[in-house]
């Protein structure tokens, strides 16, 4: 099984470039889903269409005009019209894993696996920048905090440099002058 995947061609970052956030999920669209399956858009839907069941909303979902406006304006589309007019659908990691099913040949499955590996890894790196977020954000409280205690040091130290004058001046020396008065 593993030697199939290696037949693919197609390298990892083309695939990355392909998956999209939206809805806060990633997702893929239907026309990339169809060049890298081997078939025609139309032919993707339409076995979508009759397996509508196996792709419930967390599945699949169909784009809306804002939010086809939103990825032409962010050149993920090229423009409407490449769309032929018809608004794409979007497919999750689950979605993508159904399709494999419903078109049932050998380069889908195939591909679908090496989508999944993709999306894994993709929300492997996300979990992994979030982690590093925490890290920083408990390094700035540390910061902030140590900031403060350095401020309330210096506090200190100046009232007691304060203290140290005032007693000087009001206490009468003792011990021996140098230079002869007594």
Do not use: C, W
Not at 19 to 40: F, P, Q, T
Not at 60 to 70: A, N
Not at 101 to 116: C, E, Y
């Amino acid at each position: 099984m593993a030697k199939q995947t290696q037949d693919i061609i197609v390298p990892d970052g083309v695939l990355a470039d392909r998956i999209y956030m939206l809805r806060h999920e990633n997702i893929m669209l239907d026309r990339d889903l169809a060049e890298l399956y081997g078939v025609e858009t139309r032919s993707l839907k339409q076995a979508v269409r009759r397996n509508i069941e196996k792709f419930p909303e967390h599945f699949m979902f169909q784009l809306t005009d804002e939010e086809v406006d939103i990825m032409v304006s962010q050149n993920v589309i090229p423009s409407r019209q490449h769309l032929g007019g018809a608004l794409p659908y979007a497919f999750t990691e689950h979605g993508v894993l159904m399709l494999s099913n419903v078109l049932k040949s050998d380069l889908a499955t195939r591909m679908s696996i090496k989508l999944i590996e993709i999306f894994v890894q993709l929300r492997r790196s996300l979990n992994s920048y979030s982690e590093l977020r925490l890290e920083i954000e408990q390094i700035k409280k540390k910061l902030n905090n140590q900031d403060k205690n350095m401020e309330v040091v210096f506090q200190y130290l100046d009232e007691l440099a304060d203290k140290k004058q005032q007693a000087d001046t009001k206490r009468k020396r003792i011990g021996y002058e140098i230079g002869g008065k007594k």
